[in-house]
Structures are given as C-alpha cells and as structure tokens.
C-alpha cells in the first residue's frame, strides 16, 4: 500500500474510506490502533513503526474478501504485534487472510501453512 507523505494520517483515513466500506466506524479504528495522537501529523513525519501501524490499520479495518500481508509486523514491538494479533482475531477469523512471512508471531492464527523450503529443488 502507497500512501501520500503530504497527508495526515486523519486525511489519510477520510481518502481511503472515500473509496473503500470500513468494518468499524473511522473513530474506532484511531482508537484501536492508538493512533488519537498523531491525527494531524504528516505522514512523511511519522516513525517507520507508526507508518506501518497506519497501513495496517487500513487493511485491517477495510471491508474486503480478503487479505493480503506482507510482514506485517514489521518495525513492531511486542504490544504492536500483539495489538495486530488481536485485530487479526477479532476482524478477520473468519475471512481469507494470507500472509508471507518469516516471523511465526505474524501468521500463529493460520490454520494452513505453506512452507517454501518445502518447495525447494536443489
């Protein structure tokens, strides 16, 4: 996901849903993802941790068939991988979710599991 450095994360979140259904009104999201603080911030101004959380919270709390991850966690501490476990379970259990990653936090609510060196030919 590309968003504009120029745009506050509000403004980022009001352009987004412009186009997309959320799961949970927009004011909840910014709740949940503890992202009140930094409303008015650029994003260009924001921590590569905070960045991500923005992108994620996005995906996670946009109303779509499906769901695709690429580390998801990345630039996380614990209670941010946790916070994303938590969403992942409340929002997304019952829906296709797939995620690549090498981080077993990221994809512990998987049922299924693809594992590419599995795959590899020598």
Do not use: R
């Amino acid at each position: 996901m590309y968003l504009l450095d120029d745009f506050t994360v509000e403004e980022l979140f009001h352009l987004h849903f412009q186009f997309k259904k959320p799961v949970i009104p927009i004011k909840q999201q910014w709740q949940l993802g503890a992202l009140d603080p930094f409303l008015h911030k650029k994003y260009s101004n924001l921590s590569s941790g905070l960045k991500n959380k923005v992108k994620l919270s996005l995906a996670l709390f946009t109303d779509t068939p499906a769901l695709l991850l690429d580390e998801p966690c990345t630039n996380f501490d614990d209670t941010n991988s946790a916070w994303y476990n938590e969403m992942i379970m409340k929002h997304w259990l019952h829906k296709l979710v797939i995620v690549a990653s090498n981080q077993e936090i990221e994809y512990l609510f998987c049922k299924e599991k693809i594992l590419l060196q599995d795959f590899k030919t020598e």
